[in-house]
């Protein structure tokens, strides 16, 4: 009996992922999702409760972890002691970056969903939400900077939202266009070299 059910939910799973990323999630047809999967509505229901239940069930896990490993790396650098975060000032961001990466190639179709397809969901603002965070972690990076004798400028929050947006969006580019591994690590990791520089003349550096 559990076996039979984990194939439905397989197919079910299986149908939605492919109505999912020709149509997104709003244009997506449960109606279809279920003829595809080859089970009854009824059977459907037996396990989700509506078309933005079945949605989050393949992208929540990719979305958390995701942003788990960002939200490490934002505060595992900010909990350094403060004199020591100049020199570790991007370590951890490129280690993180590379991870996603990795992370990106390995389960390609529901990061896709997550990051191209969920307009009408609660993840429509999941790359918002990382450059909230990063635009925040910026700010206190740079308050740091000053207490250590930096001589800083004040850089507005509408610009370091520009920028860290700028920054996310390029990074998933490499989900946008399928992009190979090799040339997705080779392109992220000079894409970041210029971010880098970029900062650290705003910086004063």
């Known amino acids: 009996m559990e076996e039979k059910s984990n194939g439905t939910l397989e197919k079910i799973h299986e149908a939605a992922m492919a109505e999912f990323l020709d149509k997104g999630f709003q244009g997506a047809s449960l109606r279809q999702i279920v003829k595809n999967a080859g089970v009854t509505t009824g059977a459907f229901y037996g396990y989700f409760s509506s078309k933005e239940a079945l949605f989050a069930s393949i992208v929540e896990p990719h979305a ?18 403060e004199q020591e975060q100049p020199e570790h000032m991007g370590l951890e961001s490129s280690q993180c970056v590379n991870w996603m990466v990795d992370y990106i190639c390995d389960h390609r179709e529901p990061v896709k969903l997550l990051l191209c397809k969920a307009e009408g969901t609660s993840y429509e603002h999941f790359v918002h939400n990382m450059v909230e965070v990063e ?71």
């Open 64 to 81: 958390a972890a995701l942003m788990g490993r960002f939200m490490e790396a934002q505060t595992s650098f900010s909990e350094l002691p």
């Open 135 to 205: 635009v925040e972690y910026t700010l206190r990076y740079m308050d740091v900077l000053r207490r250590l004798g930096r001589e800083v400028p004040e850089l507005s929050q509408s610009l370091c939202h520009i920028i860290a947006s700028g920054m996310f969006n390029g990074l998933f580019e490499i989900v946008v266009h399928d992009m190979p591994k090799e040339q997705a690590l080779r392109d992220v990791e000079q894409f970041r070299t210029f971010y880098t520089g970029g900062w650290l003349k705003l910086m004063g550096g």
